[in-house]
């Protein structure tokens, strides 16, 4: 194990560790997920939703509920012992896997740090929680964004979900036409499988 690792750690061979988080993580979580989407500090990175949304993305709260979850993993991607990028993935019943809560640092985005953990990800969905299909959800004005999974293999189900208008804990709107659009892969059997 290199040193930074931790138990249960997985690298990525490019200075990368991943490992699931942990409650004392919280903190540093709720710091990068806010500042990939929005602030001033989202706009070094390609993924702000600053011009859509103001407020918050996520707060302690949060985090803490996805982390006690069941059938969740909160994944962090470390670079030198520090959160660099984070996602969820969450295990349905159903044989798919849901993918959310993905951030990137602003500072480190447009690197292939994202694409690692999406990867990651997907490995985690299949070969860990037996999942043949991941599925997300993004807003539909992110066309950037929709556009760099569909290079990654997702496609468009035509399934979407209103955004949570008056919930101030998911941010402020500053459109009225905010709705999530569902998008899915199919993932490789897992190992064994």
């Known amino acids: ?3 930074g690792e931790r138990s249960g750690a997985r690298g990525d061979g490019g200075g990368i560790v991943f490992r699931d988080a942990a409650e004392g993580d919280v903190s540093a979580l709720v710091e990068l997920v806010n500042s990939a989407y929005r602030g001033g ?3 070094q990175g390609w993924t702000t939703e600053a011009d859509l949304l103001g407020g918050q993305r996520v707060d302690s709260g949060q985090i803490a509920e996805a982390l006690a979850r ?3 993993r909160v994944l962090v991607a470390e670079r030198d012992g520090r959160p660099a990028a984070c996602c969820e993935v969450v295990g349905g019943g159903d044989g798919s896997a849901y993918f959310g809560m993905f951030a990137v640092r602003p500072g480190a985005q447009g690197g292939g740090l994202g694409g690692s953990v999406l990867a990651e990800a997907e490995r985690t969905a299949a070969e860990e929680m037996g999942c043949t299909s991941m599925r997300m959800t993004v807003l539909r004005q992110r066309a950037d ?3 760099w999974y569909e290079r990654r293999g997702y496609r468009r189900t035509g399934g979407t979900a209103p955004f949570p208008y008056g919930d101030e804990r998911f941010g402020l709107p500053k459109r009225d036409d905010l ?3 569902e998008l899915a892969k199919e993932l490789s ?3 064994g499988g």
């Open 189 to 191: 059997a897992p190992l």
């Open 70 to 72: 069941p059938g969740a």
């Open 41 to 43: 500090a989202s706009r």
């Open 1 to 3: 194990m290199r040193v």
């Open 145 to 147: 964004l929709i556009a």
């Open 179 to 181: 709705v999530f659009e």
